[in-house]
């Protein structure tokens, strides 16, 4: 009881201790937090039962008081205010609220109140201003960074005089609107220009379109002009109706499938690649000449590499690439004298609309450019992220513990030299080991249960087993080493069609043994219908197993087996047609397996011959004359011709006939055939049905009674 009372108030002071410093915490620290047409950075302060904070942008206030979990209380703006009631989670990381009835303002806590973003604020230039709005709207648009949205807030000036931060929010959206429909270089932004006032033409990529951003300096800082709502959107207007389409809507649903989209959809699914990321990067990739049974180890890692080198060539801003999803041609996003950074129009496999991926040249290009690039930094603005694949997991540690092991001396760096004859020395001992553990273990298990199976056949499974293990080794090592796309690529594939080949080799001798051991059972009964079920089996799980391993060795090392698919059909008719008496013969066989026309033993007439039965066969039966001949017949002949079983009559017929002197007296003769049938059913098997006894005939000198 006392330890019971101990482990109570311990776990009443855990808990009293996580309450109370969520409590300590409660409202303070920063918020992003969005509503109906917007969002904003709020920041609070918890002061007792009193909490008070700003928001941006907009400058607004929040004052209000706790009541338990909820705030009430009124936010200030533009002159105006209101009421709000939010509502904090237990674990104190959001809040759920409304600001008036019927509009939600909810939230979510972030760690500190400063952000990397402002570092990307820049101002002394039309090209380094433009630059950062263009950086921190994507950031706020496609990453939810609100933090970002407010930095670029502060690199705008607006024509005239806002009407409220609506009206801010509404036309710093149209001139993103028209800014993210449209395809420029940053580069080509003005850099160093005289007076006070700027411009840069932007436009889309599919069209001859133009709009001019305006640029001002105030001071010694540039900023981007906003003109008014209505003269931004009568441009937005004209460049719809430029593209080609009624409505934005319409627009942006044919831009989802444009080189641009390929590239946001790759990028943004790495940096997600573990919160449901993996999908939407592959999507973006051609990936159709990899193995499906390869997929899973080279789709990763081949798209790692592609994002190595795409953050080595530099900073992706999204509206310097292409969004025309009709143009003509592919998209060179990169160029190198190893090889390019394609994106290209690829067939859909179901049949619809051709999509915009990275090309598979460019994928199989993408280690070899990675080797190239390696020792270049990635581009400044791109953050560190954590490496999704083994072979990248590996070369980190080994980067952080051994970087001289990442010298290249040669075409692979050092640590990958050193794999090579480490998984090939592990990888015949491991397979070894497994040979020796499987022939061991099998045949102690057979001497145990005395199964009928020789320990020489079980020893058998010990080579397969070998072989499979070693080069499946060899193929993880290679592959997780990032071997299996360099030089050694044709190896690795060599040794993963060994590893099929060693797992069709297992299996089938697995079937052979096993049918062995119940054919040989089969054979310890009367019925014949066992051995010809486990004749049928194994032999087509045989056949299985060996079509199976020629589709897998063909699909890994990339051979177009559909078309020898197609071929085997086309052959299997005409070789149906062919040995249409052998197929018949196996469905005859079937046939005796459901009729169960006799058994072992049982002696048998077909066609004036009568033998004994001894095995029957996928093809023909063996049976035994009395003179002791071995009789074959094909099943097809026994199935269609009349079976007289004498092995399974009911009852046995003797005839007896007696022949007796014309001489004998009619009343000898009553009593001579009474006494016949009293003697005949005095026998205990006799059946009194069918004991006949009298006269057959009259011989030349006698007169014949059967019996």
């Not at 009631?85 to 019927?102: I, K, N």
């Not at 397969?464 to 070693?470: D, F, G, H």
């Not at 007289?644 to 014309?662: A, C, D, F, P, T």
Request: with cysteine; aromatic share 10%; hydrophobic share 40%.
């Amino acid at each position: 009881m006392i330890r019971v009372g101990v482990l109570c108030t311990f776990i009443l002071a855990l808990c009293s201790s996580h309450l109370s410093a969520q409590a300590t915490d409660g409202w303070s620290g920063s918020w992003d937090t969005y509503w109906r047409d917007g969002e904003a950075r709020m920041v609070l302060e918890q002061q007792g039962e009193d909490v008070s904070g700003s928001y941006e942008p907009g400058k607004g206030r929040i004052e209000g008081r706790i009541d338990g979990q909820v705030l009430r209380g009124s936010w200030f703006q533009d002159g105006t205010s209101g009421p709000i009631l939010f509502a904090l989670s237990e674990e104190g990381q959001s809040f759920t609220g409304r600001f008036v009835d019927g509009e939600y303002w909810n939230g979510k806590r972030v760690s500190g109140t400063t952000d990397s973003s402002v570092d990307h604020v820049t101002r002394d230039t039309p090209r380094s201003v433009f630059r950062s709005f263009v950086y921190l709207q994507n950031a706020a648009v496609y990453e939810g960074d609100i933090a970002a949205g407010n930095a670029a807030e502060t690199l705008l000036r607006y024509v005239g005089e806002p009407s409220g931060e609506r009206d801010k929010r509404l036309r710093r959206r149209l001139l993103w609107t028209m800014l993210d429909l449209s395809t420029f270089r940053i580069y080509d932004a003005p850099k160093r220009v005289e007076g006070e006032t700027a411009q840069f033409s932007i436009g889309p990529d599919a069209r001859n379109f133009e709009y001019k951003i305006q640029f001002r300096k105030v001071g010694d800082a540039w900023f981007v002009v906003v003109p008014t709502a209505s003269e931004l959107r009568r441009n937005l207007n004209d460049m719809i109706a430029a593209l080609g389409y009624d409505t934005l809507s319409q627009l942006r649903e044919a831009s989802a499938n444009s080189p641009r989209a390929a590239m946001r959809d790759f990028i943004q699914g790495m940096r997600n690649w573990h919160t449901g990321g993996r999908e939407q990067a592959l999507s973006a990739l051609d990936l159709s000449f990899l193995p499906p049974r390869l997929y899973n180890f080279e789709a990763p890692l081949l798209a790692e590499y592609l994002k190595q080198v795409i953050d080595r060539a530099g900073y992706v801003t999204w509206q310097e690439i292409s969004d025309d999803p009709d143009r003509a041609g592919s998209y060179i996003f990169y160029r190198h004298p190893l090889g390019l950074v394609v994106i290209e129009q690829v067939p859909s496999s179901e049949g619809g609309a051709a999509r915009w991926t990275f090309s598979a040249e460019t994928l199989r290009n993408a280690p070899q450019l990675f080797a190239e690039m390696q020792d270049l930094p990635v581009a400044e603005g791109i953050s560190a992220s954590e490496p999704i694949t083994r072979f990248f997991q590996l070369r980190e540690r080994i980067r952080e513990v051994f970087p001289v092991l990442l010298t290249r001396p040669g075409p692979l760096e050092l640590w990958q030299w050193l794999v090579i004859p480490l998984s090939v020395l592990f990888a015949v001992v491991l397979g070894r080991l497994t040979g020796k553990g499987t022939s061991l273990l099998f045949s102690r298990g057979l001497r145990r249960a005395e199964r009928g199976l020789r320990v020489g056949a079980a020893r058998r499974l010990g080579k397969p087993a070998a072989l499979l293990v070693s080069t499946g080794f060899v193929v993880l090592a290679f592959t997780w080493s990032g071997l299996a796309e360099t030089v050694l690529g044709g190896v690795t594939v060599a040794l993963a069609a060994t590893a099929a080949t060693a797992l069709g080799w297992l299996l089938f001798t697995i079937i052979e043994l096993a049918g062995g051991c119940f054919q040989r059972r089969a054979k310890r009964t009367s019925g014949l219908v066992d051995e010809i079920a486990v004749s049928l089996v194994t032999g087509v799980l045989k056949i299985v197993i060996v079509a199976a391993g020629i589709i897998a060795i063909a699909d890994i090392t990339g051979m177009p087996y559909e078309g020898v698919i197609a071929g085997l059909g086309v052959g299997g008719i005409a070789l149906a047609f062919a040995a249409r008496d052998t197929v018949s013969n196996l469905i005859g066989g079937v046939i005796l397996m459901s009729d169960r026309p006799f058994h072992r033993g049982d002696l048998i007439e077909t066609e004036g011959q009568m033998a004994t039965v001894e095995n029957v066969g996928l093809r023909s039966t063996r049976m035994r004359t009395f003179d002791d001949s071995l009789l074959v017949i094909p099943n097809s002949e026994l199935t269609d011709k009349a079976i007289v079983n004498w092995g399974q009559r009911r009852k046995r017929k003797i005839r007896l006939e007696i022949s007796l002197h014309y001489d004998t007296p009619r009343e000898h003769l009553d009593v001579f055939k009474t006494q016949l049938r009293d003697v005949y059913l005095a026998q205990p098997a006799a059946d009194e049905t069918t004991g006949f006894v009298g006269l057959r005939s009259f011989g030349d000198s006698a007169l014949n009674i059967e019996h």
